[in-house]
C-alpha cells in the first residue's frame, strides 16, 4: 500500500503530511483510541524489514516512553499493522527549525536563548541513558510558544547504513554526523553534541560548515575539519566561535564533557555579552573549570592551615 494512499492506520486517522525524511513521512493524524492529535512517522518498508533499524527503533522507543520533557517531543511507541510501522509521537503546532533559518540566520540573542532550552533537552535525553542519533535542523521544532523540541529522538541510520552510504540518507545529511559516526561507530553523547553544534552553525549562518561536491569529498573534509577561523568566520561572536568550535572538535574526548558544561558555557557566554567581556584565552567550559580549581585550592589550603595550627597548639 502506498503511502500516499493511506488514510488511517490502526486507530490513527491521517490529516496531513507534516514532512519527509531519511526514515520516512511524517503526518498529523487524529488517534481514535485516546481522542488525541498525534504525529506519525510512517516507517519506509525497506527500513522496516530491516532487523537492525527496527530493533534500535523499537528499544529506544521503550526507553523513550517514559522521557516527558519540555525540549522533547514525546515518543508514545511503536506499533505495527498489515506490515506497515509506524513512530507515534506527541503533535506538537510550530515549525521546523530548518524552515525557520530559511528566513534568515538567528541574532545572537535568538541564539543562545535557543541554545541553552535545547541543550537543556539534550542533557535531560542524556540522562536517561540515551542518545538521539540524528540531530539535524529537520529534527527540531520550535513550537507556537517559542519552545524548541527534538523530534524523531533515535529515528536514525545505524552504523552499518550510514558507513555503506546507505541510498536513502540524503548527502547534506552527512555533513551532520561526527568523524566517528562516518567510520561506522555507534552514537554517544560526544557525537549528539557534535551534531548539534552543526546545528548551532547553521542557526547562525544559515549554512553547515562542511561541503563537498560528492558524499566521498564530504566525507574527508568533516574527517580533516580544522577550528573555526577566528579573524574570518561569518559568526562574529568570539565565544560563540570557542563554543562551536569545541562542540565540532574532531576528536571526541576534546568536546564537552557533557551536556550540563555545554549548557554552563552558554550560560557564561550569555553573562560576558551582557558585560561586554571578550575571553580569547580560555577556551569553552574553561571558565567553570578554573573556578572548580581555585576553589578546590583554597579547600586545600584551609584544611593544611587547620592542620598546622591544631599542631602547634597540640605541642
Not at 490502526?10 to 513521512?25: M, N, Q, R, T, V
Not at 506519525?40 to 524489514?49: N, S
Not at 540515551?130 to 535542523?137: D, E, Q
Not at 553573562?271 to 580560555?282: A, C, D, M, Q, S
Request: with cysteine; aromatic share 10%; glycine share 6%.
Amino acid at each position: 500500500m502506498e503511502t500516499a494512499a493511506l488514510k488511517k492506520v490502526l486507530h490513527y486517522h491521517i490529516h496531513k503530511k507534516l514532512g519527509s525524511g531519511f526514515a520516512g513521512d511524517l503526518y498529523e493524524a487524529w488517534d481514535s483510541g485516546l481522542d488525541r492529535i498525534v504525529t506519525v512517522r510512517i516507517i519506509r518498508d525497506e527500513l522496516a524489514k530491516n532487523e537492525a533499524f527496527s530493533s534500535q527503533l523499537s528499544t529506544s522507543a521503550f526507553s523513550a516512553r517514559e522521557l516527558d520533557h519540555p525540549n522533547i517531543c514525546r515518543f508514545y511507541g511503536v506499533e505495527e499493522s498489515d506490515g506497515i510501522m509506524i513512530a507515534v509521537m506527541e503533535y506538537v503546532p510550530g515549525e521546523m527549525l530548518s524552515k525557520r533559518i530559511e528566513q534568515g540566520p538567528f541574532d545572537i540573542n535568538q541564539f543562545l536563548d535557543f541554545a541553552v532550552q535545547i541543550s537543556v533537552g539534550l542533557k535531560a535525553l542524556h540522562d536517561t541513558g540515551m542518545t538521539h542519533k540524528y540531530i539535524t535542523s529537520d529534527n527540531i521544532i520550535i513550537s507556537d510558544t517559542g519552545t524548541p523540541k527534538f523530534l524523531d529522538t533515535s529515528i536514525a541510520p545505524t552504523p552499518e547504513m550510514i558507513k555503506q552510504e546507505y541510498e536513502l540518507i540524503a548527502a547534506n545529511k552527512l555533513a551532520y554526523f561526527a568523524p566517528e559516526i562516518l567510520d561506522g561507530h555507534f552514537a554517544t553523547v560526544y557525537s549528539d553534541q557534535y551534531t548539534l553544534g552543526v546545528v548551532f552553525y547553521e542557526c547562525l549562518t544559515g549554512k553547515l560548515p562542511f561541503k563537498g561536491v560528492t558524499r566521498k569529498e564530504l566525507i574527508e573534509k568533516i574527517g580533516n575539519s580544522r577550528a573555526l577561523d577566528h579573524e574570518n568566520s561569518e559568526i562574529k561572536n568570539g565565544h560563540i566561535v570557542l563554543l562551536i568550535n569545541k562542540m565540532i572538535a574532531k576528536v571526541p574526548s576534546e568536546r564537552f564533557t557533557d551536556a550540563e558544561e555545554l549548557i554552563t558555557t552558554l550560560k557564561e557566554i550569555i553573562e560576558f555579552n551582557r558585560k561586554g567581556v571578550t575571553v580569547t584565552n580560555i577556551g569553552p567550559g574553561e571558565q567553570l573549570k578554573s573556578r572548580v580549581y581555585l576553589m578546590t585550592s583554597l579547600v586545600i589550603l584551609l584544611v593544611v592551615a587547620f592542620w598546622l595550627l591544631f599542631a602547634s597548639l597540640s605541642k
